[in-house]
């Protein structure tokens, strides 16, 4: 199997988790392996590392990727690291030292996996990551949600201005003809578009897919439940590191990481504490991180990607 994916930011992540060996980490996205394999490396022969993944082309290539030395050492999991804590607890995995997530999708899904997920390929519109899972896809959203609920999608995460307008255009359109491919929703946007923009409608379909993918999959929603539950596993001391490469993302890695570091959060004239809160840990990151020059100009893919580290106390 040829799966694509260069990882991005992997020195700087290993820096921040520090592994050592016999140490067990956790990395939530397997995606290429990348990040799975450097840490088997470090942590063998006593150490092991728990991967995973929502796509089961992730879980294939890994498997085929592995020494028979790294094998004995990686347990590689089919799952949501929404459920971090079932995972854990269903593969007896504890004394975390660390876990590192690079949200998003790998290239192979953006490139090779033929789901939808580019705008610049006539594919069906699938989207999914885990593709096992029955349930709802970019053409089932399309096709159903009323003209109101696709305009949130397109405007809480793809931030595009046209958001009511497109909306309104594909209501209109499938009750014609139901969208079924990649190319039935770039033509609808082309032509939505007033005819001095026609030319930037490239940006607009960006937007478009991808605010359409982070609806399939739940990305915003599969971060916000994980990262309580992957501070909640760390030992003490243990890191978190996250790669994220979408504003509204980082916006909730930030967050979290703000809340998590901070104390007493009583009103500043209550003259003793009562919410009773202790910092869970410290920001390692007090400037958010991106790829250095070198990196960004050898995989331009690197270019969005941030990156947040936390210390659990
Ligand atoms: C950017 S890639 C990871 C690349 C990896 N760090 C490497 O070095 O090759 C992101 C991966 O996360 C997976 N993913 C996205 N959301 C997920 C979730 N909620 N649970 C598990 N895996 C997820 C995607 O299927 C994709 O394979």
């Given at each position: 199997?040829?799966?694509?994916?260069?990882?991005?930011?992997?020195?700087?992540a290993?820096?921040?988790l520090?592994?050592?060996?016999?140490?067990?980490?956790?990395?939530?996205?397997?995606?290429?392996?990348?990040?799975?394999?450097?840490?088997?490396?470090?942590?063998?022969?006593?150490?092991k590392?728990?991967?995973?993944?929502?796509?089961?082309?992730?879980?294939?290539?890994?498997?085929?990727?592995?020494?028979?030395k790294?094998?004995?050492?990686?347990?590689?999991?089919?799952?949501?690291?929404?459920?971090?804590?079932?995972?854990?607890r269903?593969?007896?995995?504890?004394?975390?030292?660390?876990?590192?997530?690079?949200?998003?999708?790998?290239?192979?899904?953006?490139d090779?996996?033929?789901?939808?997920?580019?705008?610049?390929?006539?594919?069906?519109?699938?989207?999914?990551?885990?593709?096992?899972?029955?349930?709802t896809?970019?053409?089932?959203?399309?096709?159903?949600?009323?003209?109101?609920?696709?305009?949130?999608?397109?405007?809480?995460?793809?931030?595009?201005?046209?958001?009511?307008?497109?909306?309104?255009?594909?209501?209109?359109?499938?009750?014609?003809?139901?969208?079924?491919?990649?190319?039935?929703?770039?033509?609808?946007?082309?032509?939505?578009?007033?005819?001095?923009?026609?030319?930037?409608?490239?940006?607009?379909?960006?937007?478009?897919?991808?605010?359409?993918?982070?609806?399939?999959?739940?990305?915003?929603?599969?971060?916000?439940?994980?990262?309580?539950?992957?501070?909640?596993?760390?030992?003490?001391?243990?890191k978190?590191?996250?790669?994220s490469f979408?504003?509204?993302?980082?916006?909730?890695?930030?967050?979290?990481?703000?809340?998590?570091?901070?104390?007493?959060?009583?009103?500043?004239?209550?003259?003793?504490?009562?919410?009773?809160?202790?910092?869970?840990?410290m920001?390692?990151?007090?400037?958010?991180?991106?790829?250095?020059?070198?990196?960004?100009?050898?995989?331009?893919?690197s270019?969005?990607?941030?990156?947040?580290?936390?210390?659990?106390?």
């Amino acid at each position: 199997m040829n799966y694509n994916h260069e990882p991005v930011l992997l020195e700087t992540a290993l820096q921040f988790l520090e592994p050592q060996p016999g140490q067990n980490f956790i990395d939530a996205t397997l995606g290429g392996g990348g990040y799975s394999r450097a840490l088997l490396d470090y942590v063998i022969p006593e150490g092991k590392v728990l991967s995973i993944d929502l796509d089961p082309a992730a879980l294939e290539n890994y498997q085929a990727q592995l020494s028979s030395k790294q094998k004995k050492n990686a347990i590689a999991v089919h799952g949501n690291f929404r459920n971090l804590d079932d995972i854990v607890r269903n593969h007896e995995f504890y004394n975390i030292a660390g876990i590192v997530a690079d949200i998003g999708l790998s290239s192979y899904q953006l490139d090779q996996s033929g789901r939808g997920i580019t705008f610049q390929n006539k594919e069906p519109l699938d989207m999914r990551f885990d593709v096992s899972d029955p349930t709802t896809d970019a053409r089932f959203i399309i096709n159903n949600h009323s003209e109101e609920q696709l305009k949130e999608i397109f405007r809480n995460y793809g931030e595009d201005r046209l958001s009511g307008k497109i909306a309104r255009a594909i209501v209109q359109r499938r009750g014609e003809k139901p969208f079924h491919y990649t190319t039935d929703l770039t033509e609808l946007i082309r032509e939505s578009l007033p005819k001095p923009q026609q030319h930037k409608w490239q940006d607009t379909a960006r937007r478009i897919f991808q605010a359409l993918r982070i609806a399939v999959n739940h990305e915003l929603e599969n971060l916000e439940t994980f990262l309580p539950k992957a501070l909640d596993l760390l030992n003490p001391g243990g890191k978190l590191v996250i790669i994220s490469f979408h504003s509204l993302e980082d916006r909730i890695v930030k967050k979290f990481f703000v809340e998590s570091s901070r104390g007493c959060t009583c009103p500043i004239d209550f003259p003793i504490c009562r919410c009773g809160k202790n910092p869970l840990g410290m920001i390692l990151t007090k400037k958010i991180v991106t790829a250095n020059e070198e990196e960004q100009a050898r995989n331009p893919r690197s270019i969005p990607a941030k990156l947040r580290a936390f210390k659990k106390l």
